[in-house]
């Protein structure tokens, strides 16, 4: 099994600040099969970016995802006061897996 | 645009059997693999089991496979999970969850572009 490791655990920031948020894989994942998800408390996951990079539909460009191999990334380029929420990365091109998340508070 | 609606969740003693459903609507549910999902109180997200969209492959979790049962009726547009031989650690927010495409062929796993609600399972005594 493929296991993700989400680093930080809770990243503190403020509005209009940039977050990095980044997915370790256990191996090599294909970068076809990453994915980034929000959610919000009381709430369903909503999917962000599919194959590493693409915007899901409805999606703003202040979000992207990189990566390649064992590292990925997702960046919020200005947050948002909804923003705020926990991201989960996923890989689903060895079976399906979800990181631990990390939590993206209000400074 | 899509929505998933699920049912079925409630108390069940460790031990017990629950069935939850999902009806799908807004989308052509025979054309795409559909998955389960489940969230501990407090916890992450960790996938359950996925079924392709003609219902001839199968795979679960190691934490419930020989346990649970995934299924679906196409003709009816709901997706199926049976659940057997509950364990307290089975106590979760289940939800169903759409692939986002229905390619590449014969891959059972994807992204998840549309999700239900939930539907909470508590397995106690």
């Known amino acids: 099994e493929i296991v993700l490791t989400q680093s930080p655990g809770t990243l503190s920031l403020s509005p209009g600040e940039r977050a990095t948020l980044s997915c370790r894989a256990s191996?090599?994942?294909?970068?076809?099969?990453v994915g980034w998800y929000q959610q919000k408390p009381g709430q369903a996951p909503r999917l962000l970016i599919y194959?590493?990079?693409s915007r899901a539909t409805g999606i703003p460009d202040r979000f992207s995802g990189s990566g390649s191999g064992t590292d990925f990334t997702l960046t919020i380029s200005r947050l948002q006061p909804e923003d705020f929420a926990v991201y989960y990365c996923?890989?689903?091109?060895?079976?399906?897996?979800f990181g631990g998340g990390t939590k993206v508070e209000i400074k | 645009e899509g929505q998933l609606l699920e049912s079925g969740g409630g108390l069940v003693q460790p031990g017990g059997t629950l069935r939850l459903s999902c009806a799908a609507s807004?989308?052509?549910?025979?054309?795409?693999?559909m998955s389960w999902v489940r969230q501990a109180p407090g916890k992450g997200l960790e996938w359950v089991s996925a079924?392709?969209?003609?219902?001839?492959?199968?795979n679960y979790a190691d934490s419930v496979r020989g346990r649970f049962t995934i299924s679906r009726d196409n003709s009816k547009g709901t997706l199926y999970l049976q659940m057997d031989s509950l364990r307290a650690e089975d106590t979760a927010i289940y939800y169903c969850?759409?692939?986002?495409?229905?390619?590449?062929?014969?891959?059972?796993?994807?992204?998840?572009?549309?999700w239900g609600q939930g539907t909470k399972v508590t397995v106690s005594s």
């Open positions: 079924i392709s969209p003609t219902d001839d492959m199968t």
């Open positions: 807004g989308f052509t549910f025979s054309t795409y693999a």
């Open positions: 996923q890989q689903y091109g060895s079976s399906l897996t």
């Open positions: 191996q090599s994942v294909n970068s076809r099969y």
């Open positions: 969850a759409k692939g986002d495409s229905p390619l590449p062929l014969r891959h059972l796993f994807h992204a998840f572009d549309i």
């Open positions: 194959g590493a990079s």
